[in-house]
């Protein structure tokens, strides 16, 4: 798994218990798996279709920094098929894992379209 991005916890992330709040993280998740996506499938037409169980195994406090991970697991007809993992790089204990996010290439209209990708690209090889 790669882990594109870090956040730094602050403040105004925080819960009534000074941890980290779940829905913020999961905003971070979600906006992560679209620019993910936006760039496999180049398209910034790309949205959130489903997310499946997640699961909260630690947290993380103000001044901990967190990581995104994100993997690709299928590429389907007009969707891209993702799995996530945040960890806490202050503790090194995962804080949350996302078994399924799926993503939905769309048109113009909104509508599904179908964007012919069948692996990842880097954007090493597309320049080649």
Not at 64 to 77: A, C, N, Q, R
Not at 107 to 119: L, Q, S, V, Y
Request: charged residues 30%.
């Amino acid at each position: 798994m790669r882990f594109h991005t870090r956040k730094w916890v602050k403040p105004e992330d925080l819960n009534a218990n000074g941890t980290l709040f779940g829905g913020k993280l999961l905003a971070w998740i979600d906006e992560e798996a679209a620019l993910y996506s936006i760039i496999q499938l180049e398209n910034p037409r790309v949205v959130t279709k489903f997310m499946s169980e997640i699961n909260f195994m630690s947290s993380a406090k103000q001044g901990d920094i967190v990581e995104i991970g994100i993997e690709v697991t299928k590429f389907g007809k007009s969707s891209l098929t993702l799995n996530c993992e945040v960890r806490n790089k202050m503790t090194r204990e995962t804080i949350i894992t996302v078994d399924s996010i799926v993503m939905v290439n769309l048109d113009e209209n909104g509508k599904a379209k179908p964007h012919g990708k069948t692996k990842i690209e880097y954007v090493r090889d597309r320049l080649a």
